[in-house]
């Protein structure tokens, strides 16, 4: 990854960090000490493992993809608050991805969708909460 690459996305993973402020004022940008055999969020301070990514276009795929590494990195850390995916677009709005627990209607079996909606209207929602 280039420098200009890893500078993008600290700088959208602080951004993400000063929105989340207005709900968990502890939140900041998680810093990437990989050294560390655990690792910690792009966003901390929150109730969430907040992976951020900030891409010319964001696809299914990168959503996807995100998900599981944060779900990787939290497991290696023994981490069990529930992943979060913020990402960006260029000249979009940031979007919240998460997973909602669901019932599918034709086997009644228990499953896990990723929903996506505005992070200002997710962050609304979390707002409302408390």
């Given amino acids: 990854m280039g420098a200009k690459s890893r500078t993008k996305g600290a700088s959208y993973e602080r951004e993400v960090a000063n929105k989340m402020k207005a709900i968990w004022p502890d939140a900041r940008r998680g810093g990437h000490d990989q050294a560390?055999?655990?690792?910690?969020?792009?966003?901390?301070?929150?109730?969430?493992?907040i992976e951020a990514k900030r891409y010319a276009r964001v696809l299914r795929s990168t959503i996807l993809?995100?998900?599981?590494?944060?779900?990787?990195?939290?497991?290696?850390?023994?981490?069990?608050?529930?992943?979060l995916v913020v990402t960006r677009s260029d000249r979009e709005q940031s979007q919240a991805h998460f997973r909602v627990a669901?019932?599918?209607?034709?086997?009644?079996?228990?499953?896990?969708?990723?929903?996506?909606?505005?992070?200002?209207?997710?962050?609304?929602?979390?707002?409302?909460?408390?």
């Avoid at 669901?102 to 997710?122: A, C, F, H, Q, Y």
């Fill in 36 to 49: 560390g055999p655990m690792g910690r969020p792009d966003v901390d301070g929150t109730p969430y493992w």
């Fill in 65 to 83: 993809a995100a998900h599981a590494q944060a779900d990787a990195a939290a497991n290696r850390a023994s981490d069990d608050r529930p992943t």
């Fill in 102 to 130: 669901k019932v599918r209607p034709d086997t009644g079996n228990p499953i896990s969708v990723i929903v996506s909606m505005p992070l200002s209207e997710w962050l609304a929602a979390c707002e409302a909460k408390q």
